[in-house]
């Protein structure tokens, strides 16, 4: 019911920017909370009452942003590192405590490379 596809990914070099999208479609109640994640876990997460989350390492460099009607969420990423090179996937979900979010539904990913 619920699809996830991610785009915007690709190679920069340090200190190069990339925005990612990821559209959704479904039960907006399956997609309350939307969430950029790779493989060392949540990158940033955003929920339809507005909070937002991020992870220490891109906190000041990541924004992430939602526009609702269209259900799509973005990930603005500045000043990109070499640690940040990793398959970014897109996950939708709900807050099952106030501090924790369950993501049952996932994008296919997209793969941001950063050079040095």
């Known amino acids: 019911q619920v699809q996830l596809v991610e785009s915007g990914g690709g190679s920069v070099q340090a200190g190069g920017s990339l925005r990612l999208s990821c559209a959704a479609s479904g039960n907006a109640a399956d997609t309350y909370c939307m969430g950029w994640h790779r493989e060392r876990g949540v990158v940033a997460a955003i929920c339809r009452d507005g909070?937002?989350s991020y992870a220490d390492s891109v906190q000041g460099r990541f924004t992430i942003s939602k526009a609702n009607a269209a259900n799509t969420v973005y990930l603005e990423m500045d000043n990109l590192k070499p640690e940040d090179t990793a398959m970014y996937y897109c996950?939708?979900?709900?807050?099952?405590?106030?501090?924790?979010?369950?993501?049952?539904?996932w994008g296919q990913g997209t793969q941001v490379t950063v050079s040095s």
């Open positions: 909070s937002t």
């Open positions: 996950a939708a979900g709900w807050r099952v405590r106030p501090d924790s979010i369950y993501y049952p539904y």
